[in-house]
């Protein structure tokens, strides 16, 4: 009957490497900027999960490593997936290569954009990323609008408002542009996992607000073995999940930013929205449209992803009286930056 058609459908699009697993999605996935220093490894993990049948790797053609290139590479690897690789070329063709490569997707990530260098804010690398993001988000309107669009690109606290409401302006859903943050809940699990001696697999902070400087904001109190470390030392565990980020620019001394701990948090993610997507519903905090707090139109909290992607945004539940202090601090900062995106939209539409 229909399962067994559905089944020999699956296997027919699985066919070309004889490997099938019936458990599993197959889902199509496309990394943008897929040959940069995210990129590279975030295509790497994509293609280990076993939802995706089929990665796009795009990129420009003046990339350090020609998409295709990843492709072949990574075309090797003894997963079912088969990978693509599409090249920005000549502006003319520009569209058809992205076009060719976001057809059918299912979750389209996002890390195309230019990293911060030691001294440079997230706010500095807006209006040169943010032209970058639109290009890609505007052809995932035309040839996926249903697709999971995961934007890793900073900065997220504005990039997203904006993406989202060009969105909301060709009457699409504007949960589908999802900001990601993973990575500051990832960098607070193992601080804490280290203090607490613990492995950070049975550590869970939620980290909500925003994605940069104070907005990023780790509920210590809402994990059981967050909520034991004296208070005296909370401020401080706070401030180094906040600095995470420039520690590793600077350590990286001018040659980037976190691209191997970010790879890993967008696979994170990413393997979320699938499994929600194949009948699994999974929670990870993200940066998306939100009512949960007053005034705040976008907001990280946790959300669940499901069969069309996000189905619910939970609320940021108890706070300790720091925590309600500090998210009133990074309230103040996030709401200036998603004006910024606000603004964008209204002045690029
Ligand atoms: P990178 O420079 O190594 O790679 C960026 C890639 O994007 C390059 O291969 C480049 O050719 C490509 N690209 C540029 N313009 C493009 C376009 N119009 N279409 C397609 N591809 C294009 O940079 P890296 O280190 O991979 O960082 C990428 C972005 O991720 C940056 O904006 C960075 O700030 C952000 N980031 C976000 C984090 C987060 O937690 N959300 C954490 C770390 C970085």
Redesign the pocket.
């Known amino acids: 009957g229909a399962s067994a058609l559905w089944l020999s459908q699956e296997r027919q699009k699985a066919s070309h490497c004889g490997f099938f697993s019936p458990s599993k999605g197959n889902f199509k996935v496309c990394v ?2 897929g ?5 590279q490894p975030l295509s790497l993990l994509m293609a280990l999960d076993d939802n995706v049948g089929e990665l796009s790797v ?3 053609n003046i ?2 490593v020609p998409p295709a290139g990843v492709a072949a590479d990574l075309g090797h690897l003894e997963s079912k997936v088969q990978v693509r690789g599409y090249a ?1 070329g000549l502006e003319e063709k520009a569209v058809d290569a992205l076009g060719d490569c976001l057809q059918g997707c299912d979750l389209v990530l996002v ?6 260098k030691p001294g440079q804010t997230r706010d500095d ?1 807006f209006k040169i ?1 943010a032209n ?1 993001a639109k ?2 988000v505007e052809a995932c309107a035309k040839y996926c609008p249903n697709a999971v669009v995961a934007l ?3 900065p ?1 606290n504005s990039v997203v408002p904006a993406m989202a409401e060009l969105y909301k302006k060709k009457g699409l859903d504007p949960k589908k542009i999802v900001g ?2 993973t ?1 500051d809940g990832v960098r607070a699990n193992k601080f804490v996992a280290e203090i607490a001696k613990e492995h950070p697999n049975n550590v869970n902070v939620p980290v909500i607000g925003g ?1 940069a400087g104070v907005t990023i904001l780790p509920l210590f109190s809402q994990d059981k073995h967050a909520a034991k470390i004296p208070q005296a030392e909370i401020p401080a565990l706070d401030k180094h999940v906040q600095d995470a ?1 420039t520690d590793v620019v600077n350590a990286k001394n001018g040659k ?4 191997l701990s ?1 790879a890993y ?1 967008g696979a994170r993610l990413g393997k979320a929205v699938l499994a929600g997507l194949a009948g699994t519903p999974t929670t990870e905090c993200a940066y998306v449209a939100s009512d949960v707090e007053k005034d705040f139109p976008y907001f990280t909290s946790k959300v669940t992803f499901g069969k069309t992607g996000v189905e619910k945004v939970h609320g940021i539940g108890s706070l300790s009286p720091y925590e309600a202090k500090r998210l009133e601090e990074a309230k103040a900062a996030l709401k200036k930056e998603i004006q910024s995106g606000l603004d964008y939209a209204a002045a690029n539409s």
């Open positions: 943008c900027g040959s940069g220093g995210i990129g795009y990129d420009l990339a350090m920005k890390p195309a954009g230019m990293p911060r690398l990323n970058i290009e890609v890793i690109v900073n997220v990601v943050t990575l994605h980020g980037g930013s976190a691209t970010m948090a």
